[in-house]
């Protein structure tokens, strides 16, 4: 079966539905959002998005997923923790840190998945620098959402963004189709050619994330069989959104 066969285009109403999940996810990362200072501890934030999630008679997709069973309902990642972190009461953020959270939330069957990063107190210059890069590739990222493009079209803008920056995008973890699953196809890679892969149909959602490190493009995944760490400890950062292809061009999913 080709690619294109297996990617499952959402009815408006399909697309309603995964708006909603959208929306709770994105109330999700606020409320951790709002939480962000210094002394504050990864599992802290991670029991304030579980008492979101609850409110709205969701779940997250994240826990116990994969193998081992992921712990939590978020992945919160610090400093040259790319993604994939597990909330714990022994690690406190400080001043100077930047954190990535990622949630995901079901709703009605369909999942939002999104992430954002944020500085801790006071960072540097370059630090900022980082953030703001790793956001505007998401940003061009979804502009590129529209009928007529292709997957390679994203990937190239998002690679050509960071590398021009002189940062380095993950060759490792890439975007995927989300809908009913987390992970659908097609797989969005953050690296790639324009005018390949995919063509964009009206109906497909991606979810599209930057995940940017300062050093190399190197990763390695800890002990812990879920954390994935720059090879050589330099800062990472990691912006998601779910976005889905509309006539009209991009529909962001996991907007507030
Ligand atoms: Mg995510
Ligand atoms: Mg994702």
């Not at 990642?77 to 909330?87: A, R």
């Not at 002189?166 to 969005?188: A, D, F, I, N, S």
């Not at 950062?237 to 779910?242: G, K, N, T």
Request: hydrophobic content about 40%; charged content about 20%.
């Amino acid at each position: 079966m080709s690619q294109a066969r297996q990617i499952h285009l959402k009815s408006p109403a399909e697309l309603e539905q995964m708006r909603e999940a959208g929306r709770i996810n994105a109330m999700v990362l606020k409320s951790v959002k709002d939480l962000i200072q210094p002394g504050i501890t990864t599992a802290e934030l991670n029991a304030a998005a579980e008492v979101v999630l609850e409110k709205h008679g969701c779940i997250s997709p994240f826990k116990g997923y994969g193998q081992p069973p992921f712990p939590a309902s978020i992945t919160v990642s610090v400093n040259q923790e790319l993604v994939h972190g597990i909330p714990s009461e022994k690690r406190k953020l400080k001043s100077g840190d930047i954190v990535s959270v990622d949630c995901g939330t079901i709703y009605k069957g369909f999942v939002g998945d999104s992430a954002f990063s944020a500085a801790v107190g006071n960072i540097s210059e370059e630090t900022q620098k980082l953030l703001d890069a790793t956001e505007g590739a998401l940003k061009i990222a979804v502009e590129k959402m529209q009928p007529g493009n292709r997957t390679g079209d994203i990937s190239a803008a998002i690679q050509q963004y960071v590398e021009s920056r002189g940062l380095h995008v993950t060759r490792v973890y890439t975007g995927h189709g989300v809908g009913k699953q987390m992970h659908e196809e097609p797989q969005v890679p953050n690296y790639g050619v324009a005018g390949q892969g995919l063509p964009l149909r009206p109906g497909m959602t991606i979810a599209l994330e930057p995940m940017v490190l300062v050093g190399t493009s190197a990763t390695r995944v800890l002990s812990d069989q879920w954390t994935v760490v720059s090879a050589d400890g330099s800062l990472t950062a990691h912006f998601e959104h779910s976005v889905a292809v509309t006539e009209n061009g991009p529909l962001v999913l996991t907007d507030l």
